[in-house]
């Protein structure tokens, strides 16, 4: 069995596992409190990816909307940040290490998927990517057990990732998890300002942002173009930037957990 080795613990999340559980759990609870009662189960949601001291508090309203979920099989989708590459890449291991614990990949979904344009087996894309490892640990909390199938976005026209996100649409039991963080490097003032104008595009399900805008732009274009042919709406559960949690307001990163609703709910 191939094992895929957790590569940013510590750095990006707790090592510890009581600590990680603890970080985690204290997320959820201070989220799941501002989001109402008897909201359906999302068919996808855009997460950030910093790391925890900086976006977990709003990461946890995205996986809080997840707790009473029913998902047997995660598409975690992020940008490439270490290795440049034209495609898309999956992961040839067999399994996800974090200090929770092992997540099996999808075997099959794997190779079905290898048939698209622009889709390869990339082990390097994925090797010390944190985009989209730090998604793990909250999805293991959430939902206890599932299968995954990572893919690290390089370069590659949004089309080809709606390809891939409409192959396994049809699952019910299929959730889609689009990790991105927003503006970078702005005054706080800025940045909330260009934020905002980011959110307004995605909730208003236009496919039009750019990477200045968001690192994960072309998984968010690829998930609206899709979400809009089958009728789901996007709604804002939470924003803030780095100056709100834990770093200077000089310079500061935008965050956003955005939930995809629609008749094709996951519960």
Same mark, same amino acid.
């Given at each position: 069995m191939s094992v895929r080795p957790a590569a940013v613990a510590s750095l990006f999340y707790p090592d510890s596992p009581p600590e990680l559980r603890a970080f985690i759990s204290a997320a959820l609870r201070a989220s799941a409190a501002q989001i109402p009662s008897g909201v359906p189960a999302p068919k996808a949601i855009i997460v950030p990816h910093a790391g925890y001291i900086y976006s977990g508090?709003?990461?946890?309203?995205?996986?809080?909307?997840?707790?009473? #979920?029913?998902?047997?099989?995660?598409?975690?989708?992020?940008? =490439?940040? @270490?290795?440049p590459f034209y495609g898309m890449a999956l992961s040839g291991d067999d399994v996800f290490y974090t200090p929770l614990g092992e997540v099996p990949l999808d075997v099959e979904a794997r190779e079905a998927l290898l048939a698209l344009p622009d889709m390869a087996i990339n082990n390097a894309a994925h090797a010390q990517e944190h985009s989209l490892e730090v998604q793990l640990p909250f999805l293991q909390t959430v939902l206890g057990d599932f299968s995954l199938v990572p893919v690290c976005i390089g370069s590659v026209p949004p089309d080809a990732v709606a390809r891939l996100i409409e192959s396994l649409w049809g699952d019910k039991n299929t959730l889609f998890v689009i990790s991105s963080d927003?503006?970078?490097?702005?005054?706080?003032?800025?940045?909330? #300002?260009?934020?905002?104008?980011?959110?307004?595009?995605?909730? =208003?399900? @236009?496919?039009?942002?750019?990477?200045e805008q968001a690192c994960g732009a072309t998984g968010i274009n690829a998930l609206l173009s899709v979400s809009g042919r089958h009728g789901l709406t996007a709604q804002l559960l939470d924003y803030r930037n780095s100056g709100d949690t834990a770093g200077d307001k000089g310079r500061v990163v935008g965050y956003a957990s955005i939930a995809f609703y629609g008749q094709e709910k996951s519960s």
């Open positions: 508090p709003t990461a946890g309203f995205a996986y809080a909307t997840l707790k009473m #979920a029913r998902y047997n099989r995660v598409v975690l989708l992020g940008p =490439a940040h @270490r290795v927003l503006s970078h490097y702005h005054s706080y003032d800025e940045a909330r #300002a260009l934020d905002r104008l980011s959110i307004d595009t995605i909730l =208003a399900m @236009r496919d039009e942002l750019n990477h």
